[in-house]
């Protein structure tokens, strides 16, 4: 056998070249024209090109290097069943993918519909991690989705409580008007029982106001050192005459000495409503224990605490989201025309309460305790920096 010299190697070179770049440029070619094809028929036009660029370039240089007939034949009956097996194994594969995609186009509808679906195993590395990517979000969406039914039905019922707790003194006051009409209502008493009706609406307003406040972001603080025990005790005499109408008293232990740095006004409200939701649910004739603690250098802790039984454990947070209403069988029944006269009794004075801790860089939490129910106030010491 003559060695080859480097022409003939160039030649073979730019031969077996020529070939697979006419082979490739038909196959671009009609892959272009076929741009609304399916993987099966890619794949088959992918595999196809593939062989028939080896096989061209292989026939090419056997006809220059003078094969005889017999020999030639024989090369293109390997060549033709090379080229068979290598649609077969293109069809095949091209199916496993097309059903691969396939159940991947049917999780995408399910997930559309608000299904949550489980990430399958096809034997594709890429499709399975875009299986188990697509399982993820389906559950997230799900999430998201009954969080907002949630949301959604926490703002109708909150609506349908609040236009209630509104009509109330609107129907008061067309009341005491058809009354003061007909001649039958006392003069000296009709101002102030107007005034009343008015005043508990325009909380409810103002709690709205101050909620939106909240929620939009839009609150602004005027912090400064303040002292603790002048905050409660301001607190404490917004609401000493709700809670004498009960029998209620209200004892302070352990609130002199600490200084902290806060609103001192909307820390007033935060204890305001913490106070007056211990006295609507208090049992008449108890006592409710306002006192401090400090945790830690940097954090104080001010707690109330009622004996009466409570909420539900399941509601312990819930009773802290806007319009939420414990349970009717809640002792305290009965407080609602003495505690009106601080509260809206709208539903959100502890959403407030919290909204505001918050803001402040603290929180409002409740407890069952063996001596009562405790909201507590976790409130920092120093200013944010």
């Not at 004498?244 to 209200?250: Q, S, Y």
């Not at 947070?317 to 709208?346: H, I, L, N, Q």
Request: net charge negative; proline share 3%.
């Amino acid at each position: 056998m003559m060695p080859l010299d480097a022409l003939d190697v160039l030649l073979i070179v730019l031969t077996a070249l020529g070939c697979a770049a006419v082979v490739a440029l038909v196959a671009v070619l009609i892959l272009r024209r076929a741009r609304r094809a399916g993987v099966t028929f890619r794949l088959v036009v992918v595999g196809v090109a593939s062989v028939l660029a080896l096989a061209t370039g292989v026939m090419a240089i056997s006809a220059e290097m003078y094969l005889s007939a017999h020999d030639f034949t024989i090369l293109v009956w390997v060549v033709g069943a090379a080229l068979l097996c290598a649609v077969a194994t293109a069809w095949i594969t091209a199916r496993a993918a097309r059903s691969s995609v396939q159940e991947l186009s049917a999780a995408v509808r399910r997930v559309g519909e608000g299904d949550v679906v489980d990430g399958g195993r096809s034997g594709w590395r890429e499709f399975d991690e875009l299986s188990a990517e697509l399982a993820e979000v389906s559950a997230k969406l799900s999430e998201a989705r009954a969080e907002l039914e949630r949301l959604d039905s926490d703002r109708r019922r909150f609506l349908a409580w609040i236009s209630h707790d509104l009509r109330t003194p609107l129907t008061a006051i067309r009341a005491l008007a058809e009354s003061a009409e007909a001649g039958l209502a006392d003069p000296d008493a009709f101002p102030g029982q107007v005034r009343a009706q008015v005043d508990t609406m325009g909380r409810m307003v103002d709690d709205l106001f101050e909620l939106s406040r909240i929620t939009s972001g839009s609150l602004r603080l005027r912090t400064e050192q303040v002292e603790l025990l002048d905050v409660v005790s301001d607190a404490v005499a917004d609401v000493r005459a709700a809670a004498g109408e009960r029998g209620v008293r209200i004892v302070q232990e352990g609130i002199d000495g600490h200084v902290l740095w806060a609103d001192p006004h909307q820390l007033t409200r935060v204890i305001v409503n913490l106070l007056t939701n211990a006295v609507r649910h208090a049992p008449a004739g108890s006592e409710i224990l306002v006192f401090a603690e400090s945790p830690s250098p940097h954090r104080l802790v001010l707690a109330v605490l009622d004996r009466g039984a409570g909420v539900a454990v399941e509601d312990l947070d819930r009773m802290f989201e806007v319009g939420w209403r414990s349970d009717p069988s809640r002792g305290g029944a009965g407080a609602g025309a003495a505690v009106d006269a601080v509260a809206s009794g709208a539903g959100l004075g502890l959403a407030i309460a919290r909204g505001l801790a918050r803001a402040h860089g603290g929180d409002v939490f409740a407890e069952h305790t063996d001596d009562g129910f405790c909201v507590k106030v976790l409130l920092p010491v120093a200013p944010e920096s």
